[in-house]
């Protein structure tokens, strides 16, 4: 952190950040890092978890990881409390999310349940266990990452587009809850993001790019600045909002 901008600076803070250890969420806690915060990643893959929390210590950064299973909530509450005793979570990024692609008539029942475990239900619970403290103390900050099929209608997208709508919908009603007590929740909507996850759409995700105004698919640092950012003393009077960060998708 260069120190120019206070109001993004995160020092004394403990951030949790799902899946943070690739795409999106590891460029989340990269930047959260750098600007002070201590960082606690969850994940399932225990050697890409290591590997992230090492190359955040290597750059001067505070930085914890914890394996959790986001699909057995269990797991969930268990990451809850054990980033409690990491150190008060006053950020909460819930970045994490499966998207598994295919007609309506063709999603497995196993399908459509884990990724409305991992999307909608994981969530759900981490902030049911960490709002409250948030609240408790008068500040706090929730950052909920959807998509823009959220809010465009895409074949093959039903069962993951539906989930993330569930979280937008979730955004303005944990904003509506905790705000009074000094909570801030906002989500951002990435539109086309080249992360480890979207490799398997193959040239689809740049097709999808084509249809945006800029025209190019986007980084995770692009998405990781307007989560940031959410995440800061500098919105301070953003809440219940999702920013789109989507090429200008919406627009047209």
Known sequence: MDGTDMTQDFAGRTALVTGGNSGIGRAVAGQLARRGAHVVISGRDVVRGSRAVEEIRADGGRADFVQADLADLASVRSLAKQAIDLGQVDVLINNAGIFPFGPTAEVPESDFDAVYAVNVRAPFYLVAELAPLMAARGAGAIVNVTTIVAYVGMAG???YGSSKAAVELLTRAWAAEFGPAGVRVNAVSPGPIRTEGTAV???NLDNLAATTPLQRVG??????????FLASDAASLVHGATLPIDGGRLAV
């Open 201 to 203: 759409m193959g040239e």
């Open 219 to 228: 980084a995770p640092d692009e998405v990781a600045e307007g989560i940031v």
């Open 157 to 159: 997208m039903a069962a």
